[in-house]
């Protein structure tokens, strides 16, 4: 399949432990946020967003927590599987101002057995 | 319910040439977003479609143009192909004014030498 990301910064975790991912953002002025995960051979999936009126936002096993004041986005995905492995990106933003996303550089997550 | 198809899935140019991508997108969407993601790297957006029309671009030269079909689905052209614009091109619907709800493609490697 595709290979994507072959020179990503890696965060490896053992199965079952919590993982948390970073990203920091560049447009102060960005009000929505989305984390994406990505397998090899596909398209971007959704996981989670987050709009700045917010600080944090949970769902299924996975947690978004956003700093303004550091630009700074954050991804926990608790108890680790081995089908979290991939590359996840995290994308900014400005409402009303179309469907412009700024992708992150994005983070390969493995997952050790 | 058929998510969003692209064609072909691996294309291989020579410098020069040009290429035509085709998306089709998930059934009920109208928008369609084009995006460039190089190896290692998050997608960078192109440019978006709406009712036929180009609605916002990202930062990308006259070269790349696109077309929206009143079926929705969409087509991205490159002129004058670059070895720079080798890349895995992906696709993107969502529903006007659901900017967050974007669903993504597989993706087209194309492979210019």
């Known amino acids: 399949g595709e290979s994507v990301g072959l020179h990503l910064p890696t965060l490896s975790v053992q199965e079952g432990d919590n993982s948390i991912i970073n990203c920091a953002y560049s447009n102060s002025a960005s009000d929505y946020f989305i984390w994406y995960k990505q397998e090899s051979g596909k398209g971007p999936q959704f996981i989670i967003d987050?709009?700045?009126?917010?600080d944090k936002r949970q769902g299924q096993r996975v947690t978004v927590l956003l700093n303004k004041t550091v630009k700074h986005l954050s991804l926990q995905i608790a108890a680790t599987q081995p089908g979290d492995s991939a590359v996840y990106f995290c994308a900014e933003n400005r409402e009303n101002y179309g469907q412009n996303f700024v992708f992150g550089p994005g983070t390969r997550l493995s997952v050790l057995p | 319910d058929a998510g969003v198809t692209q064609s072909p899935t691996h294309l291989i140019k020579t410098r020069g040439q040009q290429v035509t991508l085709r998306c089709s997108p998930k059934s009920g969407h109208d928008t369609v977003s084009w995006y460039q993601q190089a190896l290692g790297q998050g997608p960078q957006f192109i440019f978006q479609?709406?009712?036929?029309?180009?609605?916002q671009r990202g930062n990308f030269p006259d070269r790349f143009s696109g077309h929206q079909f009143p079926n929705y689905s969409s087509e991205l052209n490159v002129n004058a192909l670059l070895l720079g614009d080798s890349a895995l091109y992906l696709c993107?619907?969502?529903?006007?004014?659901?900017?967050?709800?974007?669903?993504f493609g597989p993706g087209t490697r194309l492979t210019v030498t």
């Open positions: 479609y709406y009712e036929e029309e180009e609605r």
């Open positions: 987050i709009r700045s009126n917010m």
């Open positions: 993107a619907s969502s529903r006007t004014g659901l900017a967050g709800e974007q669903y």
